[in-house]
């Protein structure tokens, strides 16, 4: 069972940037690619990116391509998501993820592909 648990979130202004962290308790961490999911109020959960396992892969939705960053330090069972020139429709209750399958081909981007889940950071962006 790998426990998840995210931070770094908070309010900030509009162009600003914050760094979420997610810090797993499975010692097998590194066999498993991690995603990044959000969700604001009323919406469903969105896809925003993830890393594959090996390190070797990322994946971004659109919306963040080129101002979010996925990264991970698998010696600190550690999978971080560095957010810059935040935007106000960037608000929301970010989630981070481990897939379903270690040791996966194949980068998942809909939440039906990962089995494990933090309880959620909020992330406020101020216009």
């Known amino acids: 069972q790998v426990q998840l648990v995210e931070s770094g979130g908070g309010l900030v202004p509009a162009g600003g940037s914050l760094r979420l962290s997610c810090a797993a308790s499975?010692?097998?961490?590194?066999?498993?690619?991690m995603g990044w999911f959000r969700q604001a109020p009323g919406k469903a959960r969105d896809f925003v990116a993830a890393?594959?396992?090996?390190?070797?892969?990322?994946s971004y939705a659109d919306s963040v391509k080129g101002r979010f960053t996925i990264s991970r330090d698998n010696a600190k069972n550690t999978v971080y998501l560095q957010m810059n020139s935040l935007k106000p429709e960037d608000t929301a209750v970010y989630y981070c993820?481990?897939?379903?399958?270690?040791?996966?081909?194949?980068?998942?981007?809909?939440?039906?592909?990962?089995?494990?889940w933090g309880q959620g950071t909020q992330v406020t962006v101020s216009s």
């Open positions: 993820a481990a897939d379903r399958i270690p040791l996966s081909i194949v980068i998942q981007t809909t939440s039906r592909g990962y089995n494990y």
């Open positions: 499975e010692r097998t961490f590194s066999r498993y690619t």
């Open positions: 890393i594959k396992w090996s390190s070797g892969g990322t």
